[in-house]
């Protein structure tokens, strides 16, 4: 079941990190008590850097930080950070260590994709832009242009369920640690607290609830307030499906128009039929996806989808400028959602996930006027012929890397 939207929101949409950065860093400089950040990615220079550096100055001054990265996404901490982590007080857990077999045990691609950031339980912070600098790229190296991607700014209810679930699996990390060390009473009570930990987020809400929005800065949507929300997760225990739900439940809804841009598009087949019935009943369904060479599986296994999309008479459009990192949506101008999910089986099977869905008017209304402007003057059109003139090596790629994709998850036991 997929959480009820709740009234009395305060939503701002914030276009890459040159938007989320600057509007972390001055909630951090105004946390007194606890800041949660987990991310995929921290690549502590650039733009991101002053994120790292506003944790830093926080825990001198006796907030509680608490910092989870992927050990895929970040396979190491600089020894220079840690020492400055430990100096200042930040705490940081890597999420599933690899070991030596690394990824070549099936479980371990369970990954922690999503990208939060909490504090003092009244100000959250929800997409799919990693704690990495526009312009750096891990595949593609220094960007000409800075990558395109989303998360939203929100106040209100919904914190609280981000804090609570943050907390849970803090607690968790580190009851797994203790009982690596064979510390079973300390594992013991660190399990505990992940599951008493759900209603701390009561006590920040009712101190600082009056506090206000962080400034607007630049490429910072309006400030929206009174919005109704909620955010959606997605694990391997009670959310298994729940993101996917929502697409599927906002699709089917539709009536006017469809637009989603998701950086790595392999939908699986209720999405695909879900997608096709809308264009049937007369809904203009738009895709934005990634028009970069980024890795083969990527690249290349969603092109036979993309063909029976185009079949089914979905438009489809590549971004050109930069690499397309977003995973956003917006339907009729009644329904947005802005997280870290993918539509492809990693996000959709494997990895945790978490999207914050809306449907104030105001806020899907700025959401679809950028994406629309998007895919006017800065994606490529794709189109059958396109697909289907290019060098037979290329479309054998295609089939390859998409029964590869197709094995791999067989291996997972999933069917998709």
Excluded at 283 to 302: C, I, N, S
Aim: charged share 25%; aromatic share 8%.
């Amino acid at each position: 079941m997929t959480a009820p939207l709740r009234p009395g929101h305060r939503l701002r949409l914030l276009e890459g990190g040159r938007a989320l950065f600057p509007a972390m860093v001055q909630a951090m400089d105004r946390a007194r008590h606890l800041i949660h950040v987990e991310t995929y990615i921290f690549v502590f220079a650039h733009d991101a850097l002053p994120v790292a550096e506003a944790m830093e100055r926080a825990a001198r001054r006796g907030v509680q930080v608490r910092l989870v990265v992927d050990a895929v996404g970040t396979p190491q901490v600089p020894p220079e950070w840690v020492q400055r982590f430990r100096a200042s007080g930040v705490q940081w857990r890597t999420y599933a260590p690899l070991g030596r077999l690394g990824l070549l045990i099936p479980s371990r691609w369970r990954r922690l994709h999503r990208k939060l950031c909490v504090i003092d339980g009244v100000v959250g912070f929800c997409g799919g832009i990693n704690l990495i600098d526009d312009r750096d790229d891990v595949v593609l190296g220094r960007l000409a242009v800075p990558r395109l991607d989303y998360a939203v700014e929100v106040s209100g209810p919904l914190v609280g369920d981000m804090l609570a679930t943050m907390e849970r699996l803090w607690w968790r990390l580190l009851a797994a640690r203790r009982a690596r060390r064979r510390e079973f009473r300390a594992a013991w009570q660190a399990w505990r607290a992940a599951h008493v930990g759900d209603d701390l987020h009561a006590w920040w809400q009712g101190w600082f609830m009056e506090r206000d929005a962080t400034p607007a800065g630049p490429d910072s949507g309006p400030l929206v307030h009174g919005a109704a929300a909620a955010v959606l997760w997605r694990d391997n225990v009670r959310h298994r499906h729940d993101i996917e739900h929502a697409y599927l439940q906002a699709i089917a809804q539709a009536r006017h128009e469809l637009i989603i841009a998701n950086a790595y598009f392999i939908p699986g087949r209720r999405l695909r039929h879900a997608l096709a019935q809308a264009v049937a009943r007369g809904v203009r369904v738009r895709l934005l996806v990634q028009g970069k060479y980024e890795r083969f599986l990527q690249y290349h296994a969603p092109r036979p989808v993309h063909a029976w999309l185009l079949r089914a008479g979905v438009e489809i459009r590549e971004y050109a400028p930069s690499a397309l990192h977003a995973k956003v949506a917006v339907a009729d101008e009644r329904w947005a959602t802005v997280g870290s999910t993918n539509l492809d089986p990693i996000s959709l099977l494997l990895a945790r996930e978490a999207n914050v869905v809306t449907t104030d008017a105001r806020f899907v209304r700025h959401l679809r006027a950028r994406l629309d402007h998007l895919m006017r003057t800065a994606g490529v059109a794709l189109d059958m012929e396109t697909l289907q003139r290019r060098p037979w090596r290329e479309r054998a790629r295609d089939w390859i890397a998409f029964a590869v994709m197709r094995a791999v998850l067989f291996l997972t036991g999933h069917r998709y």
